[in-house]
């Protein structure tokens, strides 16, 4: 039996759980291995985002999806159906880029309508498609105008509209909002939110940016030198990091090296690399963690500030408040504890005096708001 025959067998389209998935894709370029043995799957209608720094291998991954690339090895599925071979014309997807990439000579009307036209669609089917496309991005009162006449949002809906009219099973979305300022960016995050949870279609983005990734999804992959480090939900992407990376990567957050000390069933006892000694959550409940080098990661807006030495002794520590910035609604306050750490502190702008700076201070947390991450 040949191979298509056998990926047809085994394709399945209805029942699929997964829109897309990955199956130890690797993707080299000139001996450079850029995707480095993914296995992946994203769920029917869920808004997923691949987050990771520049040149971790997410816009390449997004492309493999598209059909813009294909994969060294591996297996790419779309809606139960093998596609390592397949043009992106004949992809149930498509694109928005971040450069709108939007034909000029052009009214938004007729880029709407283009690939309609060389599908050869009616007349009537075309229109429809297009005037409802337009609608629902809220550009039906703008079909006439040029995209130099449009503001940097507005083509960018213009794209989204351009990419929906084909009713694609998978909207990909390569940095979509990374051109627009920043009023606009947050303008343009709920209208895609609202997009999506209106559409049902699953969408997958590809990002940099963090907050935006905790915000819109479903679902996280955080992306590191071509592997992804780990997959959840943002709030346990946030808040259970597995790896230093991870930890590092997602918001803010301050780190400390050390190997474990102690154990009880539900806590740990870390010696940093410069001598404190910090009680920890281990990184999952009824972990095995009970030796070993960690990092012990703690959220800014978790640590506490006092000008009195607190009456708890665990995960308190005397310092100097080195520098104060105000940012509106919080205070970014970075401390320099005895054993030479700096540690960066935000709390709420209350309406009460802060200490000047060069002030002797203390720091504490509690035990269940900091978590040791096995160094593997």
Known sequence: MSQAATQNQTSTTADAEFDVELRKVFKVFNSDTVVRGIDLGIRRGEFFSILGPSGCGKTTTLRLMAGFETPSSG????????????????????????????????????????????????????????????????????????????????????????????????????????????????????????????????????????????????????MNQGKIEQIDSPEQIYQQPKTPFVADFIGDTNLFHGKIEGFYPTMLWVITDNGLKIKAKPPDAGSSLTSGSVVVSVRPESIRLSLSRPNEDVNSFEGRLRNVMYLGTHLHCLVDLTSGDRLTVMRPNLPTTFPSEDTPIYISWSPQDCLAIPIT
């Open 75 to 222: 297996e790419l599925l779309i809606q139960g159906h093998f596609m390592n071979r397949v043009p992106p014309y004949r992809r149930p997807v498509n694109t928005v880029f971040q450069s709108y990439a939007l034909f000029n000579h052009l009214t938004v009307w007729e880029n709407v309508a283009f690939g309609l036209r060389l599908q050869k669609h009616t007349k009537a089917d075309i229109q429809q498609r297009v005037d409802e496309s337009l609608k629902l991005v809220k550009m039906d009162g703008f079909a006439k105008r040029f995209p130099a006449q449009l503001s940097g949002g507005q083509q960018q809906r213009v794209a989204l509209a351009r990419a929906l009219v084909n009713r694609p099973a998978v909207l990909l979305l390569d940095e979509p909002l990374g051109a627009l300022d920043l009023k606009l960016r947050k303008e343009m995050q709920m209208e895609l939110s609202n997009l999506h949870r209106e559409l049902g279609l699953t969408f997958v983005m590809v990002t940099h940016d963090q907050e935006e990734a905790l915000s819109l999804s479903d679902r996280i992959a955080v």
